[in-house]
């Protein structure tokens, strides 16, 4: 069946560090979408991307969607701690309604 | 405003109970759906309602089962229950013609002995 793999699975930074998690798609997608999940919390929507090579940028965080749309980016510049947390990015089945979630990655940012 | 809005926060059951979990979408929101989170994993689609019909499942047996009422709110039912239903239960709610950007709620912890 579809998937959506995530690298890595756990990630240690020291503040000020940058941190770039990929995703990876078993099929194209028409859109991803990257959300974060802080410990004990539930997912919050960050971003959807929809178009091919499309990058948009919110503050120090940076993603982008690849040209065959079948992978993804975050990348954070200068970490800090309020970043601390999973992040997941996610995709619809092929014309469906049901919505994939990668693993995660969770990023640990020591002070 | 209010978000998504789930009850309760916490439930302890004993294997071959069943449950009932509750879900207020975000206003306006018209579309629901439902995820199975185990510790150190993503979630995991259940299915989704929209206009009080499921309209896709995922790979979940048919102990889990759901309503969407009128009011867009839903309840998620899950028979029978096992050790390995043992995890937490979000809440997603968003607008049909918006495919894509989900509220969750705080999700129910669910705790099978």
């Known amino acids: 069946g579809q998937q959506v793999m995530q690298i890595p699975q756990y990630q240690h930074v020291q503040e000020g560090e940058d941190f770039t998690t990929y995703c990876n798609s078993s099929?194209?997608?028409?859109?991803i979408q990257w959300y974060k999940q802080r410990p004990g919390g539930h997912p919050v929507f960050l971003i959807q991307l929809v178009k091919s090579g499309e990058v948009k940028k919110q503050k120090r965080l940076t993603f982008q969607f690849g040209e065959a749309k079948k992978n993804s980016s975050l990348h954070i510049t200068a970490t800090q701690t309020t970043d601390v947390g999973t992040y997941f990015c996610a995709g619809p089945n092929t014309g469906g309604f049901k919505t994939i979630f990668g693993a995660g990655t969770r990023l640990f940012v020591k002070a | 405003d209010a978000g998504v809005t789930q009850s309760p926060t916490h439930l302890i059951k004993t294997r071959g109970q069943q449950v009932t979990l509750r879900c207020s979408p975000k206003s306006g929101h018209d579309t629901v759906s439902w995820y199975q989170q185990a510790l150190g994993q993503g979630p995991q689609f259940i299915f989704q309602?929209?206009?009080?019909?499921?309209?896709q499942r995922g790979n979940f047996p048919d102990r889990f089962s759901g309503h969407q009422f009128p009011n867009y709110s839903s309840e998620l039912n899950v028979n029978a229950l096992l050790l390995g239903d043992s995890a937490l239960y979000l809440c997603a709610s968003s607008l049909q013609w918006q495919r894509g950007e989900a509220f969750f709620g705080q999700g129910t912890r669910l705790t099978v002995v």
């Open positions: 309602y929209y206009e009080e019909e499921e309209r």
């Open positions: 099929t194209t997608l028409s859109n």
